[in-house]
């Protein structure tokens, strides 16, 4: 019987080889991240995560914070019609060849001169001052300017400003938002009225009604202009000349 032996063939010692091959087959597979580029990327990543989640909170804060800002300024200037009625000053106004003290009011807006400013630098100088409700943008417009009462050209530029069609930067006029803002007149003397205002320029009492919420009753102000220091008309003013309705 005849026994043959299979060896594996080995290259023999100091056997040429084609260039570039080492006589060894290798197998490459597909090039994978280590583990020192993984934490990286995950740490990197996380950074990213943490910055975008607190720019997120914090403008969150802020839009919440202006939202009950501008929820707390109508009690906010509701306060500021009762001080500056209070403290309204006939003064004459020279206007299309007269001079007149200036108050005029209908439902939604009332425009008078006053001694209470909240942008005049000196304290007590007159002011005119106009409040404009406008129920389809349920927002209550206010703004002033200061009184020149030699001339009145200034005073029927700002009384034809129709508010929210100013450009946006150079408006004169600050809103609030209300769902609800209306104005009465009280010409006839009533009790707890007291006498009537002075020569008619006022009505004797002024019923304010607003609301800011659309769930809330509506609350209502009873302000007397004209009450805390009494001013009495310049002499050459005209009797009656308020209007009001």
């Known amino acids: 019987m005849e026994f043959r032996s299979v060896m594996r063939h080995h290259p023999r010692e100091g056997a040429a080889f084609p260039s570039g091959s080492s006589g060894k087959e290798t197998v490459q597979g597909p090039a994978g991240f280590t583990l020192l580029e993984l934490v990286l990327a ?71 001169t006053t001694a209470y400013s909240v942008r005049a630098i000196s304290k007590g100088a007159p002011v005119v001052v106009r409040y404009f409700y406008d129920p389809g943008e349920r927002l209550l417009y206010y703004a002033e300017i200061p009184l020149d009462p030699y001339h ?50 006022y009505p004797d009492a002024i019923v304010v009604t607003w609301s800011a919420d659309e769930d809330a009753s509506p609350h209502y102000a009873l302000i007397r202009p004209n009450s805390f220091f009494r001013r009495v008309p310049e002499q050459g003013g005209l009797k009656g000349s308020g209007s009001f309705q």
């Open 42 to 112: 995950t740490l990197i990543a996380s950074l990213v995560m943490g910055i975008l989640a607190s720019a997120l909170t914090f403008s969150l804060r802020v839009w919440e914070r202006e939202q009950s800002r501008k929820g707390n300024e109508a009690p906010s200037m509701i306060e500021l019609l009762k001080r500056q009625l209070a403290n309204a000053d006939p003064v004459n106004i020279l206007s299309a060849g007269e001079s007149r003290p200036l108050f005029q009011g209908d439902e939604h807006s009332i425009t008078f």
């Open 152 to 201: 009145g050209d200034a005073v029927d530029g700002f009384l034809n400003l129709q508010p929210g069609r100013e450009s946006k930067k150079g408006s004169l006029f600050h809103s609030v938002g209300m769902t609800s803002f209306s104005l009465s007149y009280e010409q006839a003397e009533r009790e707890g009225f007291g006498s009537p205002n002075t020569d008619g320029v």
